[in-house]
């Protein structure tokens, strides 16, 4: 699914200490805490507490965020709908990798069980 430059643009440029909060309460409302969103995080990016803590403080965008990051090799089998685009046919890879995040933020915040979240077998 095509997404547009602007659009790439914005979220690309959107600092992860922004959303975080918001991921945060999003998952504490429905039940969920810090410590498993913290966990989905890890298993996404490979960033432990300290790393996360580090890119928090330091205000980084989304685009270094994720440049640092390394991919987990089932992000992949992440799929279905967030925020009305399909992740698995997003085309611009950053796009791609910040909604595979919401996505995995969204199943936890749904009650889904954390085998399911991190694509286990």
């Not at 996404?44 to 507490?49: A, F, K, P, R, V």
Request: charged fraction near 35%; aromatic fraction near 8%.
């Amino acid at each position: 699914m095509n997404t547009t430059e602007k659009h790439d643009e914005r979220i690309a440029k959107m600092t992860f200490a922004s959303v975080y909060p918001m991921y945060i309460a999003k998952v504490e409302k429905k039940g969920r805490t810090k410590e498993e969103l913290h966990q989905i995080i890890k298993w996404l990016t490979g960033y432990d507490e300290k790393k996360l803590h580090d890119l928090i403080e330091k205000k980084v965008t989304f685009e270094t965020f994720f440049q640092h990051a390394k991919l987990n090799a089932n992000a992949h089998l992440i799929t279905g709908l967030i925020c009305g685009y399909r992740v698995e046919e997003i085309e611009n890879t950053l796009t791609q990798q910040v909604r595979y995040l919401d996505k995995l933020v969204d199943e936890l915040a749904k009650g889904r069980k954390m085998e399911k979240i991190l694509r286990v077998a």
